[in-house]
């Protein structure tokens, strides 16, 4: 039985091959729609990139829609010291060739989950959750029919990407990330405790470079772009590759691990906003609302990716 999916999301280098993994995956997922949001840069270059990755694999059967242009309450911070002005900078893609969805993503979002039924599909996101929590308040009844919210965002234990506290997904709409983890819907996190250690490394990028797919080409170069800024900042031995890691968790749920945990979200103006507070030892009376995942099979999660990008 395939997953039902929907994937939100930012594209935005690592969006990119999160969005190439699941298309190659079509065995597992059934990926019912791409929603777009402002995030790592603006909402028509989500968008644009979005639709040239659908074109390069073909796969005009999945629609694609532009959500919210802006956070619920904050101004709008992009990322394009990170990702390039257009979002996926030194990557060839073809131009779209079919258009965007015209219904608004947040409706697509309500109207799937309304007709998956119960615990009938999977939320994906892996930028700003504000397209996400729009939905969730227009329409509350759809917690239900959504098994789980599998997100790329926020930081348990270590320290943000974006300020000390705040990891850049959940900074950037931390009002969004708190009506998530509020929402009562099962929520699994791929914050960067565990994303800092899906490094790629020189031997792992030199297996991606060796493949001779459109998926494989072009995620060789979004490597080869993406490298230069976390390398730089962190000193690893590689570029963090996040958005990916929610997606081959759907596909291999033994390669992570992590616990179940009360998680809030500082919504409070000053150093700590956009910090996820996650009660990790358990010191809260608090239930637990989300599992956060912090441990990776590095090299099986690689294996995983290279092996799919060599198929589509
Ligand atoms: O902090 C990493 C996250 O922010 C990733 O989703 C990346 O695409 C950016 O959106
Ligand atoms: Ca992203």
Same mark, same amino acid.
């Given at each position: @039985?395939?997953?039902?999916?929907?994937?939100?999301? /930012?594209?935005?280098?690592?969006?990119?091959?999160?969005?190439?993994?699941?298309?190659?995956?079509?065995?597992?997922?059934?990926?019912?729609?791409?929603?777009?949001?402002?995030?790592?840069?603006?909402?028509?270059?989500?968008?644009?990139?979005?639709?040239?990755?659908?074109?390069?694999?073909?796969?005009?059967?999945?629609?694609?829609?532009?959500?919210?242009?802006?956070?619920?309450?904050?101004?709008?911070?992009?990322?394009?010291?990170?990702?390039?002005?257009?979002?996926?900078?030194?990557?060839?893609?073809?131009?779209?060739?079919?258009?965007?969805?015209?219904?608004?993503?947040?409706?697509?979002?309500?109207?799937?989950?309304?007709?998956?039924?119960?615990?009938?599909?999977?939320?994906? =996101?892996?930028?700003?959750?504000?397209?996400?929590?729009?939905?969730?308040? @227009?329409? =509350?009844?759809?917690?239900?029919?959504?098994?789980?919210?599998?997100?790329?965002?926020?930081?348990?234990?270590?320290?943000?990407?974006?300020?000390?506290?705040?990891?850049?997904?959940?900074? $950037?709409?931390?009002?969004?990330?708190?009506?998530?983890?509020?929402?009562?819907?099962?929520?699994? @996190?791929?914050?960067? /405790?565990?994303?800092?250690?899906?490094?790629?490394?020189?031997?792992?990028?030199?297996?991606?470079?060796?493949?001779?797919?459109?998926?494989?080409?072009?995620?060789?170069?979004?490597?080869?772009?993406?490298?230069?800024?976390?390398?730089?900042?962190?000193?690893?031995?590689?570029?963090?590759?996040?958005?990916?890691?929610?997606?081959?968790?759907?596909?291999?749920?033994?390669?992570? /691990?992590?616990?179940?945990?009360?998680?809030? $979200?500082?919504?409070? /103006?000053?150093?700590?906003?956009?910090?996820?507070?996650?009660?990790?030892?358990?010191?809260?009376?608090?239930?637990?609302?989300?599992?956060?995942?912090?441990?990776?099979?590095?090299?099986?999660?690689?294996?995983?990716?290279?092996?799919?990008?060599?198929?589509?």
């Amino acid at each position: @039985m395939k997953r039902k999916i929907i994937i939100d999301c /930012d594209p935005g280098q690592d969006d990119a091959i999160a969005l190439l993994l699941a298309f190659a995956a079509s065995d597992a997922l059934d990926l019912l729609g791409i929603t777009c949001v402002a995030g790592n840069v603006g909402l028509p270059l989500t968008l644009r990139n979005a639709l040239k990755l659908r074109e390069l694999v073909g796969r005009h059967d999945v629609p694609v829609f532009a959500g919210c242009p802006r956070p619920i309450l904050q101004r709008l911070e992009t990322a394009e010291h990170v990702h390039g002005e257009t979002g996926l900078d030194g990557v060839d893609l073809p131009e779209p060739s079919f258009g965007a969805d015209r219904r608004h993503a947040v409706d697509f979002l309500i109207k799937t989950c309304r007709s998956a039924g119960l615990n009938g599909l999977t939320l994906c =996101p892996v930028g700003p959750m504000t397209n996400i929590a729009t939905a969730l308040v @227009m329409a =509350p009844d759809i917690g239900a029919n959504i098994a789980e919210i599998a997100f790329m965002g926020g930081a348990a234990l270590g320290p943000g990407n974006i300020t000390p506290a705040a990891e850049f997904n959940v900074f $950037v709409d931390p009002h969004a990330a708190r009506i998530v983890l509020e929402s009562g819907v099962r929520t699994t @996190m791929f914050g960067l /405790d565990v994303t800092h250690k899906a490094l790629a490394t020189p031997a792992r990028r030199a297996a991606i470079d060796a493949l001779d797919t459109p998926s494989g080409r072009a995620a060789s170069q979004i490597l080869a772009y993406y490298d230069r800024t976390d390398v730089d900042k962190y000193g690893d031995a590689g570029a963090p590759l996040h958005d990916p890691c929610v997606i081959a968790y759907l596909l291999a749920p033994e390669l992570f /691990d992590g616990r179940d945990c009360h998680t809030a $979200v500082s919504t409070e /103006d000053g150093p700590a906003l956009g910090r996820t507070v996650v009660d990790w030892w358990g010191r809260s009376e608090a239930l637990p609302n989300c599992r956060v995942i912090t441990e990776i099979d590095a090299n099986g999660f690689f294996d995983l990716l290279t092996e799919r990008l060599g198929q589509v």
